[in-house]
T-cell receptor, first 114, second 114 residues
């Protein structure tokens, strides 16, 4: 039982390049989330998927797209990377059926855009 | 005003001290209150949760919620160097998509000095 896994762990991009961050969970959770974490800004929600087949914007969705490929996998795509997207990206999952449900986080992807 | 306010610190205390970490919030819709712990270069992990006003204890940790003042606290007794981490408060409310969403504080970085 690996929990939430993310690939890659590190990535360096040049401005304008594209890439996809992958996330998978093996806990049979309904909901999945993408956050970014920046110094002094805390964790901010980019996109979430309340259930398979649905996605919704979070607090900071501009410049990103997501795909809920199936119940296990939720990917985040940067179509044209910008230096402002340099951050640590975390994927999380939860049952999200009850207010007491916990979000479980992956280890993060450290992205640098030059 | 941000929905959740948390002093980022850093906070440095000697081993054995009592630590008090705090968050305030403005959204009365928040129903469920959590503390996450994040070690350096790791994803956040749930430490404690509570959903009613009052205190909840778990070993050396006590979570306190005062809904009338919109104020939550985490107390750490007999602090240890292994408690050195960033502590994030988080609060949940029902989203328009019918799932519970978390709003995080910015996190307080704690160092416990041997």
């Amino acid at each position: 039982n690996a929990g939430v896994t993310q690939t890659p762990k590190f990535q360096v991009l040049k401005t304008g390049q594209s890439m996809t961050l992958q996330c998978a969970q093996d806990m049979n959770h309904n909901s999945m989330y993408w956050y970014r974490q920046d110094p002094g800004m805390g964790l901010r929600l980019i996109y979430y998927s309340a259930s398979e087949g649905t996605t919704d914007k979070g607090e900071v969705p501009n410049g990103y797209n997501v795909s809920r490929l199936n119940k296990r996998e939720f990917s985040l795509r940067l179509e044209s990377a910008a230096p402002s997207q340099t951050s640590v990206y975390f994927c999380a999952s939860s049952e999200a059926r009850h207010r007491t449900d916990t979000q479980y986080f992956g280890p993060g992807t450290r992205l640098t855009v030059l | 005003q941000k929905e959740v306010e948390q002093d980022p610190g850093p906070l440095s205390v000697p081993e054995g001290a009592i630590v008090s970490l705090n968050c305030t919030y403005s959204n009365s819709a928040f129903q469920y209150f959590m503390w996450y712990r994040q070690y350096s270069r790791k994803g956040p992990e749930l430490l404690m949760y509570t959903y009613s006003s009052g205190n909840k204890e778990d070993g050396r940790f006590t979570a306190q919620v005062d809904k009338s003042s919109k104020y939550i606290s985490l107390f750490i007794r007999d602090s240890q160097p292994s408690d050195s981490a960033t502590y994030l408060c988080a609060m949940s409310a029902l989203s328009g998509a019918g799932s519970y969403q978390l709003t995080f504080g910015k996190g307080t970085k704690l160092s416990v000095i041997p």
